[in-house]
C-alpha cells in the first residue's frame, strides 16, 4: 500500500526555521519525483518544490526561491523540505506528493498546477506568527 507520511511541522516565528520529512512506504520514492506543495486557509493548492528522480534537478516556487530546499535520501525512502527565513505567508498546511506515471520521469514543467496526482500525505501544519 502506498504511503506517504509528512511530519515536522509546527509553530514558529518569523525568520524561523523547520524541517519536514516525507517518509514513503510501499514504493520505491526513488523510481519517481517528489512534490511538495502546501494550501493555506482559502488559497489554492501551491506547488512549493519538486526533485527529479533521474538527474537530482530541484524546482522551486518562485514565492520559496532562496529559502527552502528539497532533498531526498533514497535510501531512507524519505524526502526533505528545509524551510529558512519563514515568513507569514508561509503558514499554510504542507503535502507531499508524486504519481507512478507522471512522476516517473522527474518533474513535470506543469509540476507546480497539476495537482491531478495519485498519491499524497495528510499533510504537516506549519505556522508562521509573532
Known amino acids: 500500500q502506498v504511503q506517504l507520511v509528512e511530519s515536522g511541522g509546527g509553530s514558529v516565528q518569523p525568520g524561523g526555521s523547520l524541517r519536514l520529512i516525507c517518509e514513503a512506504s510501499?514504493?520505491?520514492?526513488?523510481?519517481?519525483?517528489m512534490a511538495w506543495f502546501r494550501q493555506a486557509p482559502g488559497k489554492d493548492r501551491e506547488g512549493v518544490s519538486c526533485?527529479?528522480?533521474?538527474?537530482?534537478?530541484?524546482y522551486y516556487g518562485d514565492s520559496v526561491k532562496g529559502r527552502f530546499t528539497i532533498s531526498r535520501d533514497n535510501a531512507k525512502n524519505t524526502v526533505y523540505l528545509q524551510m529558512n527565513d519563514l515568513k507569514s505567508e508561509d503558514t499554510a498546511v504542507y503535502y507531499c506528493?508524486?504519481?507512478?506515471?507522471?512522476?516517473?520521469?522527474?518533474?513535470?514543467?506543469?509540476?507546480?498546477?497539476?495537482?491531478?496526482?495519485?498519491?499524497w500525505g495528510r499533510g504537516t501544519q506549519v505556522t508562521v506568527s509573532s
Open positions: 510501499g514504493f520505491s520514492l526513488s523510481n519517481f519525483a
Open positions: 506528493a508524486t504519481d507512478p506515471i507522471l512522476y516517473i520521469n522527474g518533474c513535470r514543467p506543469d509540476w507546480r498546477t497539476n495537482h491531478d496526482l495519485d498519491a
Open positions: 526533485i527529479s528522480n533521474t538527474d537530482g534537478t530541484t
